[in-house]
């Protein structure tokens, strides 16, 4: 089956504590992104990729990092995570000749910083 | 600065009603407009719009786009209480990057 998958999918934790989330495709797929969602914020994209060892910042990197070097995975770092990186976050993907078009969300990690 | 700016916030509304959902933006490099409906897990695609004046449908859902006013707008006809969710609007900046600007959502309430 054709899917985005994220680990882990809640995660409670405490300030300062590195901690990883996990984005892998299935799908070949070119591009990927990463986004939180915090209420009333909309969706804001933190870091995007085109191809593997291209990364891009997107409108609020400040506090993550993200890497490559794989097709199909996408990790999102936080070195030292803070109470105000509290959010829902999501990985997408795309083919990149269907960049304008569908990207495939997976289905979210809920992390709480304490 | 790119902004994409969707209203109302939020709307309830009864079933068969109506509804008209609005996202005006403002993106350097305008590539495309993608509308996402988000219930209570992560988005799905609904549309990606390019050209003005040209519609989009699918059943009851319907968009458009004017690139010389920079907006576009969601219609939902006969609502039905599943078309309860957030909805998303996104603008991508150029064809260059895969940076991607979303508006803050409506979150769209249908009643029975």
């Known amino acids: 089956e054709a899917q985005v998958t994220q680990n882990p999918r809640y995660l409670i934790t405490v300030t300062g504590k590195k901690l990883t989330v996990t984005c892998s495709q299935n799908?070949?797929?070119?591009?990927m992104s990463w986004y939180r969602q915090d209420p009333g914020l909309g969706l804001r994209q933190i870091y995007y990729s085109m191809n593997v060892e291209v990364t891009d910042k997107g409108d609020v990197p400040e506090g993550y990092k993200v890497s490559r070097k794989e097709k199909r995975n996408f990790p999102l770092i936080l070195e030292s995570p803070s109470p105000n990186q509290t959010s829902l976050y999501f990985c997408?993907?795309?083919?990149?000749?269907?960049?304008?078009?569908?990207?495939?969300f997976g289905p979210g990690t809920r992390l709480t910083v304490l | 600065e790119d902004k994409v700016v969707q209203s109302p916030l939020s709307l309830v509304v009864h079933e068969g009603d109506t509804v008209t959902l609005n996202c005006s933006y403002e993106v350097t490099n305008f590539r495309s407009l993608l509308w996402y409906k988000q219930e209570k897990k992560a988005p799905t695609f609904l549309f990606m719009l390019t050209s003005s004046g040209i519609e989009k449908k699918s059943g009851r859902l319907s968009s458009i786009l004017d690139k010389k006013e920079l907006f576009s707008i969601l219609n939902i006809t006969a609502t039905q209480t599943g078309d309860s969710a957030i909805y998303l609007c996104a603008g991508f900046l150029s064809s260059n990057t895969g940076k991607l600007i979303f508006g803050q959502g409506t979150t769209l309430q249908v009643k029975p």
């Open positions: 799908m070949n797929h070119e591009y």
């Open positions: 997408a993907s795309s083919f990149l000749g269907a960049l304008y078009n569908e990207q495939f």
